[in-house]
């Protein structure tokens, strides 16, 4: 009995003792509802695929409010470990000196090999300096995508659109006749500006779209997307486009009711799609493009957010970091992300092993976002990078509101946007000196 006590007593010391040497780290997110679910469930699974480290996610609200948070715990030398980033607030993080550890330096440095040839083309580049260095590490990344309502096409009696040219003259007007509002889309700043750029492979910034220099003025005041913007707002007189709010869901939700028979979003709606009972058969292709401005539509910027490892804490904690991202970017891992939510699987390993397991088969639309991404790029499709974008994107729902309202008119709010971003982005390039 007393060999059994004292090997039960040893035995109920190492665990302790295990549980004592485990060093844990914090993650603080943006993914509400059933993201956060999977969000939880990815850093359970990492907990149980070993004992010496344990993250702890915490959801701190919207984009906005998870980097404000971040921001003002960073100041305090109160910042998380991992801190969840969106695509606009990617340079405010990157450019606070001393904030954040590159994510390449902190995997190798750790003792893992990193090759950013790994990550499929659309995601590599984004969250990267000047030198390609990749600086966050993509996560909930997205493209945005045209979806479409089978049964509403069919009825029209036409094909998914190419061309906004064929969108106008073919498309529109036989979904109209055939009772539909042809088009919605949400989030103008991304699809309809930021993706208009880089589909056409257009410059958006100075300075290499701002990789290179903090003294960068916007090229948003365009000849080619104030055409695209004046032949919206004739769609929009002619009946074949609607837009509904600023929020996502105002323009998604028309879409789902079966009242728009095409709906531009996100490539990471597509999760969220498959699980409702739509009262239709959808699908998805490309972004459209305009053959007027481009024959050779390239590669879209990403959407959603990346994860920064954020500086000031030990080695320890460190490691525990590259351990978790090394686990988070395994193909495994990355699958089951892809296919619980629809953003795209971020690594060429991962996106081989849904290919492997048939999901595309199960489900063409899912592979729509990747494929995309994964178009031929340019000097222009790696990514922009803005400080302050927060606020210029503000400024530009502002005046897209004001336009499609019939406040003013594409010239006038296009030279205000330029005025109003360039000034924002002196400021910043004053923060950065």
Do not use: C
Not at 283 to 288: F, G, I, Q, R
């Amino acid at each position: 009995m007393n060999r059994i006590t004292v090997t039960a007593a040893a035995a109920f010391a190492m665990v302790a003792n295990a549980a004592v040497a485990e060093t844990e780290i914090t993650w603080w997110h943006a993914m509400g509802g059933a993201l956060g679910d999977t969000v939880n469930q990815i850093a359970a699974d990492f907990n149980a695929s070993q004992h010496e480290y344990k993250i702890t996610p915490v959801f701190k609200g919207t984009y906005e409010e998870t980097l404000t948070a971040g921001i003002a715990a960073f100041r305090a030398g109160e910042q998380p470990n991992i801190l969840q980033v969106f695509d606009a607030g990617a340079a405010t993080v990157i450019g606070a000196k001393g904030a954040t550890i590159p994510v390449q330096d902190l995997l190798t440095d750790n003792g893992f090999t990193f090759d950013i040839n790994d990550y499929i083309s659309g995601v590599r580049y984004f969250y990267a300096d000047s030198e390609d260095k990749m600086i966050g590490m993509p996560f909930n990344s997205s493209s945005p995508i045209m979806y479409y309502n089978v049964d509403a096409l069919e009825k029209a009696g036409v094909t998914p659109p190419k061309t906004w040219e064929v969108f106008q003259s073919v498309t529109a007007p036989a979904l109209k006749k055939a009772g539909y509002t042809a088009l919605s889309q949400s989030h103008l700043p991304w699809i309809f500006t930021e993706n208009f750029f880089s589909r056409h492979n257009l410059p958006f910034a100075t300075n290499n779209n701002g990789y290179d220099g903090t003294d960068t003025k916007i090229l948003v005041n365009s000849p080619e997307i104030k055409a695209h913007f004046k032949a919206v707002t004739e769609w929009q007189k002619d009946g074949y486009f609607e837009w509904f709010g600023t929020g996502w869901g105002d323009n998604q939700a028309p879409f789902e009711q079966g009242k728009v028979a095409i709906w531009l979003g996100s490539s990471g709606s597509f999760g969220g799609l498959m699980k409702k009972d739509l009262p239709f058969e959808f699908s998805a292709t490309y972004l459209p493009y305009w053959e007027a401005v481009t024959k050779e539509p390239t590669q879209t910027f990403i959407g959603g957010a990346s994860l920064f490892a954020m500086a000031g804490k030990s080695a320890e904690e460190n490691k525990a970091t590259a351990e978790f991202f090394r686990f988070l970017t395994s193909a495994e891992v990355q699958y089951y992300w892809h296919k619980s939510t629809g953003y795209v699987p971020v690594t060429e390993a991962a996106y081989e092993l849904a290919k492997k397991d048939g999901h595309y088969d199960r489900f063409p639309a899912a592979e729509v976002g990747i494929k995309q991404l994964s178009l031929p790029g340019g000097k222009n499709t790696k990514g922009y990078r803005m400080g302050f974008y927060v606020q210029i994107r503000d400024v530009m729902n502002r005046e897209y509101g004001r336009i499609l309202t019939g406040e003013t008119d594409v010239e006038t709010a296009f030279k205000t946007i330029e005025d109003e971003a360039n000034k924002l982005l002196a400021r910043f390039g004053k923060t950065q000196s």
